[in-house]
């Protein structure tokens, strides 16, 4: 069974839904240029140069579609269940 861990990052805002978030869980502690997914509503970031969240530009996810597309097709695969999720919530909520 692989393990996961869960790292302290610095307080951000989702930049799509605003929640604030402050931590990460994956198989490693996360460094610039690591990708995450907000557990909230599936917007997919990447950490900057002192682990703020900044969105994923195009450019960044076509070139790991064609280099790891496993990787590629697992964030897609959770950002989108994620965006369902988070559309969801949207419409009960109003
Ligand atoms: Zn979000």
Redesign the pocket.
């Known amino acids: 069974m692989e393990k996961y861990i869960t790292s302290k990052t610095r307080v951000y805002n989702?930049?799509?839904?605003?929640?604030v978030?402050d931590a990460v869980t994956g198989k490693a502690i996360p460094k610039q240029g690591d990708i995450s997914v907000?557990?909230?509503?599936?917007?997919i970031t990447e950490f900057d140069n002192d682990l703020t969240m900044k969105p994923v530009i195009t450019p960044r996810m076509q070139t790991l579609q064609s280099d790891h597309p496993n990787i590629y097709k697992s964030i897609m695969l959770l950002s989108n269940n994620l965006k369902r999720g988070?559309a969801r919530k949207q419409v009960l909520n109003n």
Request: glycine content about 14%; some cysteine.
């Open positions: 989702c930049g799509n839904c605003h929640k978030l907000c557990i909230n509503c599936g917007e988070f």
